[in-house]
């Protein structure tokens, strides 16, 4: 469904990735994990067009997206979720959820907020709060829910767990799992590793900017010297 | 007096409201202040000038400097968007208007010079004896009152309401979130930028209505919409739209006083309320009045 083939990408004269190649099956869960600094959210960030790409091609559903805009990667049908600040904090939820429906026609936009929200009944309680007064979760839950919104066909999540409460981390994979099995490609960057192998049907290992490992997950957590040397997990 | 002093402070405060709302969004939008945006004012308003010299009304030229101030704004903001996107800071952005801001004033005295050698007129003028006169009072106090009001209303109503007008609140608070979930944040800043400059040609129009133009007022109008926009908040449109009535009417209030206590010579002094003014509200409030007004009725 995405295909990004030897992608080089920074900022300015920064170069962050170096010839990146990876592949999103469509309907898949991939993960994308590595160390500090490694450029997994510039990886997310260079596929939705917020990066400078020196040279490399990405592709959506065999159509070419490299070095379009993000606002129309967003009509693309693809959602991307950054690490922090996807949401406008001195806006309503509301609002924040018309905002992520901008691209639908009106009476769309009126129909989907309503089916949002009996995704994520919770929302009812806070629609017209704004969300600099939301808890974390909260706004996690709305980050999720606008990301819905658009109907997506590919969801790209920079760590959505990160700095939550493990009860809501929970709750988000809980989520990302729902979205998957309703047919959503989801690429998901993650700091926990456990958890990205547990929840990613394959993943990419991202060290200094280039691809060091891909594969199965469910080889890769078996893989007992990568694991140790990469991650302190002992199989 | 009284009278006369009042509608100097209903014209100067409305068309220091349709300025002031304008400057401020540009704040937000570049992070620094546009210094062209006076000179802007002055040049246009000599399009009222020209209209009045061949005949017609000086209200005939609203959508001709209102045109021309819009598209000098959006050309400025071309400029600055470019140079943003290529890694310059708010200082060079701020340089860059002052430079523009002086070719502008240039501009503006050519202009004038030409229009008073070949017209007869004199580089500085005022328009009040074009206007005409209902319930005794000069049309321009209804027209730019008015203006504003309604500007300030629809405006409201439109972030408010409107999907459009709810991205732009987006736009404002963060660019590249929006043009994430697919604003075209370029396009909606065009629009944004070209309806300031629309409302500085319509202000230009308003001012030179009541009171006198001549190139070098443009610093005034610098002191007087930076102080509005500062007394308002910085970040708050709207802030700066009340921030330019208490300007203005501060002024007034101010003449009325130190004329009965020291003599009529203090008017000349007048520029000196909205720094004044300035100097209190960082003290007391240096977000600006709306967000103190905001922190108060959040506790």
């Not at chain 1, 929302?123 to 980050?143: C, D, I, P, T, Y």
């Not at chain 2, 598209?71 to 996107?85: A, H, P, V």
């Not at chain 2, 030409?114 to 004896?129: A, D, E």
């Not at chain 2, 002024?251 to 203090?266: A, H, K, R």
């Amino acid at each position: 469904m995405l295909t990004l083939e030897n992608v080089n990408s920074g900022y300015g004269s920064s170069q962050v990735l170096f010839n990146v190649s990876l592949n999103v099956e469509k309907g898949s869960i991939t993960a994308v994990i590595g160390p500090n600094g490694s450029g997994k959210s510039t990886l997310l960030k260079t596929i939705f067009g917020l990066t400078d790409i020196y040279s490399g091609s990405i592709k959506l559903a065999g159509e070419e997206i490299t070095k379009k805009k993000p606002h129309e990667i967003a009509k693309k049908g693809i959602v991307y979720l950054s690490q922090v600040g996807n949401l406008f904090q001195n806006l309503t939820a509301r609002e924040n959820l018309i905002i992520a429906g901008y691209i639908l026609p009106k009476e769309k936009l009126e129909a989907r907020i309503k089916e949002v929200i009996q995704i994520f009944p919770l929302l009812k309680n806070f629609m017209e709060r704004q969300v600099s007064m939301m808890s974390g979760g909260e706004r996690q839950l709305l980050a999720i829910a606008c990301a819905l919104l658009k109907e997506p066909s590919l969801i790209l999540f920079d760590e959505p767990t990160t700095h939550l409460s493990p009860k809501f981390a929970d709750m988000i994979e809980e989520k990302i799992r729902e979205l998957n099995s309703m047919g959503i490609t989801v690429l998901l960057v993650e700091q926990d590793v456990k958890r990205a192998f547990r929840i990613s049907d394959t993943t990419y290992i991202l060290v200094a900017g280039r691809v060091y490992f891909q594969g199965k997950s469910s080889e890769l957590i078996k893989h007992e010297k990568l694991n140790k040397l990469f991650f302190g997990l002992e199989s | 007096m009284v009278v006369s002093l009042l509608i100097d402070a209903i014209v100067l405060s409305s068309t220091f409201a349709l300025l002031s709302f304008g400057f401020t969004l540009q704040f937000i939008t570049i992070g620094t202040i546009n210094l062209a945006q006076p000179n802007i004012v002055i040049f246009t308003s000599y399009f009222a000038l020209l209209f009045c010299m061949v005949g017609y009304s000086p209200y005939l030229s609203i959508p001709v400097a209102s045109l021309v101030g819009g598209i000098l704004t959006l050309s400025i903001w071309k400029i600055l968007s470019y140079m943003k996107k290529r890694g310059s800071d708010s200082n060079t952005l701020l340089i860059t208007t002052l430079a523009i801001s002086l070719i502008i004033y240039g501009s503006t005295n050519v202009f004038a010079d030409y229009i008073s050698r070949t017209m007869g007129t004199r580089r500085i003028f005022g328009l009040s004896i074009y206007d005409f006169n209902f319930l005794g009072m000069p049309g321009v106090l209804f027209f730019s009152l008015i203006s504003s009001i309604l500007f300030a209303l629809i405006f409201h109503l439109f972030l408010k309401k409107c999907k459009t007008g709810i991205a732009i609140k987006a736009i404002l608070e963060d660019q590249s979130l929006a043009e994430i979930h697919g604003v075209n944040t370029e396009l909606l800043l065009n629009a944004m930028w070209f309806i300031t400059g629309c409302l500085s040609g319509l202000a230009g129009v308003f001012y030179s209505m009541w009171f006198f133009v001549q190139p070098v007022v443009w610093i005034l109008f610098f002191v007087r919409m930076i102080s509005a926009c500062i007394i308002g908040g910085t970040t708050k449109p709207f802030g700066s739209f009340f921030g330019a009535f208490i300007v203005g009417f501060s002024e007034v209030l101010f003449i009325i006083v130190s004329s009965n206590i020291i003599g009529p010579g203090m008017a000349a002094y007048r520029s000196i309320v909205p720094v004044a003014l300035v100097c209190i509200i960082l003290f007391i409030a240096p977000k600006g009045i709306i967000e103190a007004i905001e922190k108060y009725r959040r506790e």
